[in-house]
């Protein structure tokens, strides 16, 4: 039972244009939601993150936008630059819990 | 300042053989976590730790043992090594496990069991 879910595997967008990640989730319970980003031979290093009090949460030229009744999360880059070629993976965890629930990944290649 | 060490990089094991995968931080954090990446799968919480003496179960603990004596340490064992154990690895810590406890991983442990 996949509790995060990353329904793209892949996604490929030119430089300079937005790219948009998409992470699903269905436990109602999680309230705290996280970005990584990972590059080949690497740990996954924190990109952004939104708690449930908010909607949206900027840094840079990354944006995460939550709307909880969809349960469903995004990730704004924008522009794409190709240094952000990387797998991405989302993040969930419920108040009272310790556990971080990663999603599939999806992997990103931005074109020159 | 080091963050999050794994130790070995690499590992090749014969089925049934044990192990432990070792994880240190220096950075004075209290939850401490073990995952495994697989193709198709993603991140997947092995075992993970609230403090030192203090050790849960994640989504896959089955084949895995944890035990966290000190606040540093948080070595991973696998007690008779099968080949669907074949992943990399990865350890974390948060400072505070919750809202605002953002994981920081270690460069991950490649295990392949023959």
């Known amino acids: 039972d996949q509790q995060v879910k990353q329904n793209s595997p892949s996604l490929s967008v030119q430089e300079g244009r937005i790219s948009i990640l998409n992470c699903d989730y269905t436990n109602s319970m999680f309230d705290y939601f996280l970005w990584y980003k990972k590059y080949p031979a690497e740990g996954p290093t924190f990109l952004i993150s939104?708690?449930?009090?908010?909607d949206k949460n900027e840094d840079g030229r990354f944006t995460v936008f939550l709307n909880k009744s969809a349960k469903h999360l995004s990730l704004h880059i924008v522009p794409s630059q190709p240094g952000d070629s990387a797998v991405y993976f989302c993040a969930a965890s419920a108040e009272g819990t310790y556990k971080y629930i990663f999603g599939t990944g999806t992997r990103l290649k931005v074109l020159a | 300042n080091a963050g999050v060490t794994q130790t070995p990089k690499f590992q090749v094991l014969k089925t049934g053989q044990s192990m432990t995968l070792q994880c240190a931080q220096d950075?004075?954090?209290?939850?401490m976590s073990w995952y495994r990446q697989d193709p198709g799968m993603g991140l997947r919480l092995i075992h993970y730790?609230?403090?030192?003496?203090?050790?849960d179960q994640g989504e896959v603990p089955n084949g895995y043992n944890v035990s966290r004596s000190t606040t540093e340490d948080f070595p991973l064992r696998l007690l008779s090594a099968a080949p669907s154990q074949t992943s990399v690895y990865f350890c974390?810590?948060?400072?505070?496990?919750?809202?605002?406890?953002?994981?920081?991983f270690g460069s991950g442990t490649q295990l392949s069991v023959l």
């Open positions: 974390a810590s948060s400072y505070g496990g919750r809202g605002g406890g953002k994981l920081f």
């Open positions: 950075m004075n954090h209290e939850y």
């Open positions: 939104i708690s449930s009090i908010k």
């Open positions: 730790s609230v403090g030192a003496g203090i050790t």
